[in-house]
């Protein structure tokens, strides 16, 4: 059994954040008050997480000359960056404040090459690549039985949601929003949480969980985890022959307010994934994961706030 390594193929970013005294209206110029960059990217983030947690994880995507510095954030954070790809021609992917420009992210070539997943055990995958890469990725791991994790953010469009190979996912990780936006583009009746919801969050999030699980277009044996914010996260688990496994986990409690929830799910997603890959029971491996988001939101950032399993461990004990 070869020891546990897994391939995150996905998005990498320079967040730029400018501090404005007003939002801006059309057609006017303001100056920023402060400007700060960071590296994130789904993808990104999520390689890290994986890292922090203690796991062996190489991040494949594509950036430009510009994002070198990203690259060497990465590899510091213990992410294997031999296969990230810097492109001559194109600018590092952008998320700023709210407009997202795609950059090398969206860089597919020209010619098709050999994907070689033989040295994986595991596979994770958001939505911020060509989708065609995403899926050929899954398909390919599925059939050499690699483990699938997928976090479909951005959402998917509805036709592309009913092709989906689900039968090649084994986990999938969604927010409350995301569940209720994936099951009713499946033609499940079911409506977007509002916030008004408050306590019973958690009763129609578990209660969309059960009704994706039966969908036609779904798969019934990909297990699903839904996260909820301050109200924590379900999980549900088919078990052959076995009744199905379906459970509720708190928040951590949280040892200083609420700072900054940005990448909390992305510092779940990694998690998540180094903790099946130390082979951990899943309760253990979900403990964990709500911890180190605990201490994530408590601070600024998204990577930067990602604790290291000594420190997720310390605080759990
Ligand atoms: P996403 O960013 O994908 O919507 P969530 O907001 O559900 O993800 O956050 C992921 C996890 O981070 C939650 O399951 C929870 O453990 C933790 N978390 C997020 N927001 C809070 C909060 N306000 N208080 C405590 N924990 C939080
Ligand atoms: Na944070």
């Known amino acids: 059994m070869p020891a ?5 193929r996905g998005s990498i ?19 920023s008050t402060d400007f700060a960059r960071k590296p994130g990217g789904k993808g990104a983030n999520q390689s890290y997480a994986v890292a922090k947690a203690g796991g062996q994880v190489d ?4 950036i430009g000359q510009d994002g070198t510095w990203v690259k060497e954030y990465l590899e510091a954070g213990g992410v294997d960056v031999h296969r990230l790809q810097v492109l001559k021609d194109e ?19 020209s010619e098709p090459q050999q994907l070689d997943l033989s040295s994986y055990t595991h596979l994770l995958l958001q939505n911020e690549i060509p989708l ?21 953010s951005p959402m998917l469009s509805t036709s592309e949601l009913r092709s989906f190979p689900w ?13 209720a936006d994936l099951l009713s583009a499946l033609g499940s009746s079911t409506s977007r949480p509002s916030s008004s919801e408050g306590e019973n969050l958690r009763g129609k999030a578990e209660e969309d969980l059960r009704l994706l699980h039966e969908n036609q277009h779904f798969s019934s044996s990909t297990s699903i985890i839904c996260t909820l914010g301050a109200q924590g996260i379900i999980y549900f688990q088919p078990r052959s022959n076995l009744p199905v496994n379906m459970g509720h986990l708190p928040a951590a409690k949280l040892q200083k307010p609420v700072k900054d929830t940005t990448g909390a799910g992305d510092c779940f997603a990694g998690y998540f994934v180094a903790g099946l890959m130390a082979g951990l029971e899943l309760e253990e491996v979900l403990r964990i994961c709500l911890t180190a988001c605990a201490i994530c939101v408590e601070s600024a950032g998204a990577m930067e706030s990602y604790a290291s399993r000594d420190e997720v461990l ?3 004990n």
């Open 4 to 8: 546990s390594r897994c391939l995150v």
């Open 13 to 31: 970013n320079i967040d730029e954040f400018f501090h404005l005294p007003h939002i801006v209206r059309p057609g006017e110029t303001i100056s």
């Open 59 to 62: 991040l494949d995507g594509c």
């Open 91 to 109: 600018v590092t992917g952008r998320a700023i404040i709210q407009i997202l420009h795609k950059g090398a992210n969206f860089y597919a070539p």
């Open 132 to 152: 065609p890469i995403t899926l050929e990725h899954l398909t390919t791991a599925a059939s050499h039985s690699i483990t699938t994790v997928f976090n479909p």
């Open 167 to 179: 039968d090649s996912l084994s986990w999938l990780i969604v927010n409350e929003g995301e569940l």
């Open 314 to 316: 310390k605080r759990l």
